[in-house]
């Protein structure tokens, strides 16, 4: 009896030991969009080439929370300078496919508004999220930050009426949501670099908004064998 | 493409009429290096339409071709071969909507100018072409209340006909149309759609009463040599402004130059044949 509890205490063991070593395994953290994605104007034209920290606007700061939060993770940059949804349709198999992250971090639009309705919008950036999950990777959904640079233009309705598809698009797939919209609006002409692009405290705003959701994704999926072991 | 974040352009070349015939020739060879530059710029009143023309040390003085109280953007234009610009483009108002006008230059006269109804409040990217017969074509993109679809309609002379969806209703968007001429004179339209697997390039052609003959389009049918010759023509654009659009030329010996919009084939150009 003895013997069988003790080979019982050992096998747990093992196992936590294999989940420690599930929990502390570092994430892997793609962010794919345009040029606020890349961290125009701080690190143009370093952009779309998976470069880590400090390259990049708010991938950094949310690096860097992120650790400081206990999260082993590694924030790749693959915004472009200029990319529109329809670009991102383009290249989010292949990339992904070149990648393989755990975590991708989807915000793109502000280029199409001129070109595509917001339901295009809209319809291109499932496109990236169904693709995401399809490989069993994590997508996390942003809006569209404000846009005070192209004002004249009228954009601000179609940039609302897209955000509005996002946020439901975040709630039909179930997937975590970071609303920059909504953190950067009341204070934009302080935070944008501008009119279109954060200055680095908007990015350091996006990081915070990135944040959220995204740990609360890697505490979801950390905890996961826990509770398997529970279950079991 | 890069759309907004570094300039408040969009820009549209159209070449001016380069060829008016065997006799001509010689005449024209210098107005052979001649392009038109069309584009939407915010100079302090909001959105407005400009033009400038390219001279022997790069683009001459610009002016304001289209001053609303709304914003006037994504231009695209061509010349006919009597030498008018047809110019198309949205104005997106302050409910966002966004209409298609159009407008003919009457060399010197008041130009004809106007409004092409299409039945819907959201239109997007309009491109405009004149048939071998010389009558002008536009091409656009609206939102159905379900998804983008392409439209196309032609100028009879009195008006524009009604708008004539080219590809089947589907719930998918087709967006981004581009008019060209095929070898034959067809006017066909080509166009991007969202479908399984990504988008691709689709393709019909006009046949006297509708558009036909949808078809997937392979990138390389259309890279032939305009590229290199629009690099070479062009002087490098103002300032203000960012290439986003085509080039519609007239080369001696008649043949029909077009640049495809970049965002139908990025900086790749075709030459009609």
Not at chain 2, 49 to 61: C, R, S
Not at chain 2, 97 to 114: N, T, V
Request: hydrophobic content about 40%; overall charge neutral; aromatic content about 10%.
């Amino acid at each position: 009896m003895t013997r069988s509890l003790t080979a019982l205490l050992f096998a747990v063991l093992l196992l936590l030991g294999a989940v420690r070593d599930t929990v502390a395994a570092r994430f892997l953290i793609d962010t794919v969009g345009d040029s606020i994605t890349s961290g125009y104007p701080y690190y143009w034209p370093i952009e779309g080439n998976g470069c880590t920290p400090p390259c990049g606007g708010y991938q950094p700061k949310l690096q860097s929370l992120l650790l400081a939060a206990g999260k082993d993770v590694l924030v790749r940059n693959y915004g472009v300078r200029g990319a529109s949804t329809a670009d991102g349709v383009a290249r989010i198999d292949a990339l992904l496919d070149a990648t393989t992250p755990q975590f991708v971090l989807i915000m793109e639009g502000t280029n199409d508004l001129l070109f595509l309705s917001p339901n295009t919008v809209y319809r291109n950036i499932a496109y990236m999220v169904d693709a995401t999950l399809a490989r069993g990777e994590v997508p996390v959904l942003g809006t569209i930050p404000p846009d005070s640079y192209n004002a004249v233009q009228n954009l601000n309705k179609p940039i609302v009426e897209t955000n509005v598809l996002l946020r439901q698009l975040a709630r039909d797939r179930g997937i975590g949501l970071a609303d920059h919209y909504a953190a950067l609006v009341g204070n934009w002409s302080n935070l944008t670099y501008e009119g279109l692009h954060p200055n680095l405290a908007g990015y350091e705003v996006m990081a915070r908004t990135w944040f959220t959701p995204v740990h609360d994704r890697i505490n979801a999926m950390t905890s996961l064998p826990w509770l398997m072991l529970l279950l079991d | 493409m890069s759309i907004k974040g570094r300039t408040r352009m969009a820009v549209l070349f159209c070449g001016l009429l380069l060829w008016a015939g065997p006799v001509a020739a010689a005449a024209a060879a210098d107005a052979a290096d001649a392009l038109r530059l069309v584009w939407a710029a915010d100079r302090g009143q909001g959105f407005d339409l400009f033009t400038a023309v390219q001279e022997k040390n790069g683009w001459g003085p610009s002016t304001r071709l289209v001053d609303g109280p709304e914003a006037d953007i994504t231009p695209a234009c061509t010349v006919d071969q009597g030498g008018r610009l047809w110019l198309v483009w949205i104005v997106r108002d302050r409910e966002g909507r966004s209409q298609l006008r159009y407008r003919i230059d009457a060399l010197g006269r008041k130009p004809r100018e106007g409004r092409i109804v299409t039945g819907f409040d959201d239109n997007y990217a309009p491109v405009v072409l004149i048939d071998r017969e010389g009558t002008g074509w536009v091409a656009w993109a609206s939102y159905t209340g379900s998804s983008d679809d392409v439209f196309a309609s032609r100028f009879d002379g009195a008006g524009w006909s009604a708008p004539l969806r080219v590809h089947a209703a589907n719930d998918q968007p087709d967006v981004k149309p581009f008019l060209s001429l095929s070898g034959d004179g067809r006017v066909q339209v080509t166009w991007l759609g969202l479908r399984e697997g990504g988008y691709q390039r689709f393709q019909v052609q006009w046949n006297g009463t509708g558009f036909l003959g949808e078809r997937v389009v392979a990138d390389k049918t259309w890279e032939q040599g305009m590229h290199k010759h629009l690099r070479r023509k062009a002087p490098p654009l103002p300032r203000e402004t960012r290439a986003q659009g085509m080039v519609t030329a007239f080369l001696p010996g008649n043949r029909e130059i077009q640049a495809v919009p970049d965002w139908v084939f990025p900086l790749t150009f075709s030459e009609g044949r």
